[in-house]
C-alpha cells in the first residue's frame, strides 16, 4: 500500500434522535423518572455508512428506553451505549459542567478498554453521552450530545491513504468478509468491530476478543471496524478509539491495516468499503490519557445545545390528551407516588341529570381523566340555564332549547375531542307520578334503557331535579352492584353521599340515599308553588357539592376496596386520596362540613333485600306498583308494619300512665299523637340526622 506519514482525520458522528424518542422520553420523565435526574444508560444505534452525501449519524428512537438492545433497531445495526443526563429544570441544564459530564464518560471508554470489557463488546468504545431537558408543557427539548474519544500523546497518523476494499482484497475474500460480519452482527449487535486473518487464498474472520492471541502470533491481520461514515477519504469516528484499543493490547504494531466496513442500504454489497493503514496513537504509561469531548455543534455551527419543538408535529387531539394527563402524572412525582391514574381513566361514568350538577361534575371529571362520560336527561335548555350550568350557550336556548343530553355531550367533547361521550333523552318513571295503561309500556321502556345504561357503566351519578327521580336508578345501581353517588343542594346546604354497595355475600358497608327515610319517595312538585319547585340556591353551592361528589367517586375508585371500602373509623385509610367517608354535608350559613355515616335499613324502599329481588324476579309489577299505587313500596319494603308497630307502642305507652305515681292523666292529653307520624318514626335507629339540605322537603331541585 506504500507508506507516508500524516495526522489522521476523523468524520464526527452527529445524534438523530427521532420524534417517537423525544415522546419515549416526555413519558419517562413523566411517569418513571420523575424527579431523579440520575443518569441512566440507554440504547442508541448506528449503520454502516452507505452514501458519501450522508453524515454519520447516531440515532435513538421510542425503543431506546428498552432493556432489549435490539428493540426497534434496523436489521442491520449496531449497538450504540448511551449515557443519558436528562434534568429537572432549563436553569439546571444550562448550569452543567458539560467537559465534566464528558470526562466521566470517557473514562468509562478508558476503563472498558483497558479492562479487557471492550474486547468483549466492542460496542463500548462506541459509548456516547445525551444530556437533555424536556419541557412537558410546550413539548420543545433542549439537548446535545458529546462522543467521547481518546486521544492519547500522540495523534493517530496514516501510513498508507485510504483505498476501495477491492484493491486490496480478492472477491472471494470480500465475499467470505461479508458473509462474516453478518453473522456476527446477527449473534450480537455490539460485535462492531472483528478481525480478519488470511487464510489461504480467504479470509478467517474472528471476533474482537481474539486480538491479544492475534497480535502477539505476529501474523498479519486487519481490523475491520463497523464505520457509519460513508466518505472515501476519511474514516469515521469510531475508529479513534478502535486505535487507542490497539494500542493497549497490541502494543508491537507500529502500523495496522484498518477496513472501514460501508454497505448499501440493504446490506447487499461491502464495496464501499475502505481500507488503510493508521499508526495508533502513544498513551501515557500510566492514568486515563488525553481526551477528545466530542461535543457536536448545533445548527449554527457552534458548540452548544440543540432544540427541538414537537408541538407543531403532534396531532392536536393527542397534545391536548397529554396536557391533561400531565396535572394528574405530576402527583405521583412527590405528593401520591402510589395513585392509580389508570384505574380513573378506565372508568365508565353515566350521569343522571345534566343540569347544573351535571355540567359541574363532567368537567371535574375531565380533570381527574375519566375519558367515558354518558349523560341522561328529558329536559332541554332554557334561557336560565346558561349562566349556571356550563356546558351550555345562549344559542343551546334558541327554537324552544336542545335537548340538554345531547347538547351537553357535544360541548364536552368539544372542550376534549379525547373523550367518549354521548347523551341519552329519557323520561326516569318515578314513584307517585302514575301512568295510565297506554303509557305503561313506555314507562317500562324507559326503564329498561336506564336499566341497560347503568349496566353498562361503572359509576352512576345521581344529579336529577326530585327525590322520586332517584329512586328508579338508585333500586337499579344496587341490583347491579354499582357504585351510586347522589350529589343534591338546598338553598345553603349540599349533600354528597356514596350508596352503599351489596357485596357478593349481600353485606352491605353503608346506607343507601334512602335508607334515611320511613316515607317512601312520592310526588314532590305537586302541590308547589313556584319557587318550591325550582332550584333556589346560592351559586357557589352547586359548584361546591360537584367537586365533593367528585372527589369522593376518585377516593372509592382508587381504594383497594372499591366500592366496598368502609365508611368513617371502620376506614384504614387506605385510599391514596385518604379515608373514604359515606356522606359529606357542607352549609354555607355557617361554613361547616360534617362527615357523617348512615348504616343501611333492612327496610329502604331502594336499596333492602325484598326490594332488589323484587326487581331480579318480577321487575315490571314492582316499577307499575310504585308508580301508581301509593304506599306500594311501603307495603313492599315492611316499612309501613313497621310504622304501625311504633305507633302501637306509644299507644301503649300512652295507655299505661295510669299506674304513674303522680297521678298524671290518662286521658291522653299530653301524650303522643295516637297516628305516632309526627314525632315517633322520625328516622329508623341508627340512621343520621335529617338531610340539612331539605331535599326530602322538595328543597333540592335541578332544572
Not at 231 to 249: C, D, E, F, I
Not at 320 to 334: Q, S
Request: hydrophobic content about 45%; charged content about 20%.
Amino acid at each position: 500500500l506504500g507508506s507516508m506519514a500524516q495526522l489522521c482525520t476523523f468524520v464526527a458522528n452527529i445524534s438523530a434522535p427521532d420524534a417517537a424518542f423525544w415522546s419515549a422520553l416526555a413519558d419517562m420523565k413523566l411517569n418513571h423518572f420523575r424527579l431523579d435526574d440520575r443518569a441512566r444508560d440507554i440504547n442508541g444505534f448506528f449503520v454502516c455508512g452507505s452514501r458519501e452525501d450522508l453524515p454519520p449519524r447516531v440515532c435513538l428512537s421510542g425503543s431506546s428506553f428498552e432493556a432489549d438492545l435490539r428493540a426497534g433497531m434496523p436489521r442491520l445495526a449496531y449497538h450504540v451505549p448511551v449515557a443519558l443526563h436528562n434534568s429537572n429544570t432549563v436553569e439546571h441544564f444550562r448550569g452543567l459542567d458539560f467537559g465534566a459530564i464528558a470526562d466521566v464518560e470517557a473514562a468509562k471508554i478508558w476503563d472498558a478498554a483497558v479492562s479487557g470489557e471492550a474486547l468483549a463488546a466492542p460496542s463500548a468504545l462506541s459509548r456516547a453521552v445525551a444530556v437533555t431537558f424536556a419541557d412537558l408543557k410546550k413539548h420543545t427539548f433542549l439537548y446535545w450530545f458529546a462522543f467521547p474519544a481518546i486521544r492519547g500523546e500522540t495523534d493517530p497518523t496514516i501510513a498508507a491513504p485510504p483505498v476501495p476494499i477491492i484493491e486490496v482484497f480478492t472477491r472471494a475474500q470480500i465475499s467470505a468478509l461479508h458473509q462474516a460480519v453478518h453473522q456476527l452482527q446477527a449473534q450480537d449487535s455490539r460485535q462492531s468491530v472483528c478481525l480478519a486473518v488470511p487464510a489461504g487464498d480467504g479470509l478467517r474472520v474472528l471476533p474482537l476478543a481474539q486480538l491479544p492471541a492475534v497480535a502477539a502470533a505476529d501474523a498479519p491481520y486487519s481490523v475491520v471496524v463497523a464505520d457509519p461514515c460513508g466518505s472515501a477519504r476519511t474514516p469515521g469516528w469510531p475508529v479513534r478509539n478502535v486505535l487507542a484499543l490497539l494500542a493497549l493490547h497490541a502494543p508491537r504494531s507500529k502500523a495496522v491495516r484498518v477496513v472501514c466496513l460501508r454497505q448499501d442500504s440493504m446490506g447487499a454489497s461491502i464495496d464501499s468499503s475502505i481500507v488503510l493503514e493508521l499508526v495508533p496513537p502513544v498513551l501515557p504509561a500510566s492514568g486515563l490519557p488525553p481526551i477528545a469531548r466530542g461535543w457536536e455543534r448545533n445548527a449554527r455551527n457552534q458548540l452548544g445545545p440543540r432544540s427541538i419543538n414537537l408541538s407543531a408535529a403532534m396531532d392536536p387531539k393527542r397534545l391536548a390528551e397529554n396536557a391533561v394527563d400531565l396535572n394528574l402524572r405530576l402527583m405521583k412525582w412527590r405528593l401520591l407516588p402510589g395513585l392509580d391514574l389508570s384505574a380513573l381513566s378506565r372508568t365508565k361514568c353515566l350521569l343522571v341529570g345534566s343540569g347544573t350538577l351535571g355540567c359541574n361534575i363532567a368537567r371535574a371529571l375531565l380533570g381527574w381523566g375519566v375519558r367515558h362520560i354518558t349523560f341522561v336527561d328529558s329536559g332541554k335548555v332554557s334561557f336560565s340555564n346558561p349562566v349556571r350550568q356550563s356546558l351550555f350557550t345562549f344559542e343551546d336556548c334558541l327554537n324552544g332549547g336542545r335537548d340538554k343530553a345531547t347538547a351537553a355531550a357535544e360541548r364536552l367533547a368539544a372542550i376534549f375531542p379525547g373523550v367518549t361521550t354521548s347523551g341519552h333523552i329519557l323520561t326516569i318513571p318515578m314513584p307517585g307520578h302514575p301512568v295510565d295503561p297506554a303509557s305503561s309500556a313506555k314507562a317500562l321502556a324507559d326503564a329498561a334503557r336506564l336499566d341497560g345504561l347503568i349496566g353498562e357503566h361503572d359509576v352512576v351519578f345521581l344529579l336529577t331535579d326530585s327525590r322520586e327521580s332517584r329512586w328508579l336508578p338508585s333500586v337499579i345501581a344496587a341490583h347491579k352492584r354499582k357504585l351510586c353517588l347522589t350529589a343534591a343542594v338546598g338553598f345553603d346546604t349540599y349533600v354528597a353521599l356514596r350508596h352503599g354497595h351489596v357485596a357478593p355475600d349481600g353485606a352491605r358497608n353503608v346506607g343507601c340515599y334512602f335508607c334515611n327515610d320511613v316515607v317512601a319517595p312520592v310526588n314532590s312538585v305537586k302541590d308547589r308553588t313556584l319557587d318550591q319547585q325550582c332550584t333556589v340556591s346560592r351559586p357557589g353551592v352547586s359548584m361546591l357539592v360537584s367537586a365533593v361528589a367528585v372527589e369522593l367517586m376518585a377516593a372509592v375508585v382508587v381504594h383497594p376496596k372499591g366500592a366496598n371500602a368502609p365508611a368513617g373509623d371502620g376506614d384504614d385509610g387506605a385510599s391514596a386520596l385518604g379515608r373514604v367517608p359515606h356522606q359529606i354535608r357542607g352549609s354555607l350559613a355557617d361554613y361547616g362540613l360534617m362527615q357523617l355515616t348512615g348504616q343501611a335499613f333492612d327496610k329502604c324502599t331502594a336499596c333492602s333485600p325484598v326490594i332488589l329481588d323484587a326487581y331480579s324476579t318480577r321487575r315490571d309489577e314492582l316499577l307499575l306498583g310504585a308508580l301508581n299505587t301509593p304506599g306500594y313500596l311501603e307495603e313492599l319494603s315492611g316499612l309501613a308494619a313497621l310504622k304501625q308497630a311504633m305507633v302501637d307502642v306509644d299507644v301503649d305507652f300512652v295507655m299505661s300512665d295510669d299506674d304513674d305515681d303522680d297521678g298524671a292523666s290518662n286521658d291522653g292529653s299530653g301524650g303522643a299523637d295516637p297516628s305516632g307520624e309526627a314525632d315517633s318514626v322520625a328516622s329508623h335507629p341508627g340512621s343520621p340526622p335529617a338531610d340539612p339540605s331539605g331535599e326530602e322537603a322538595g328543597g333540592s331541585r335541578e332544572e
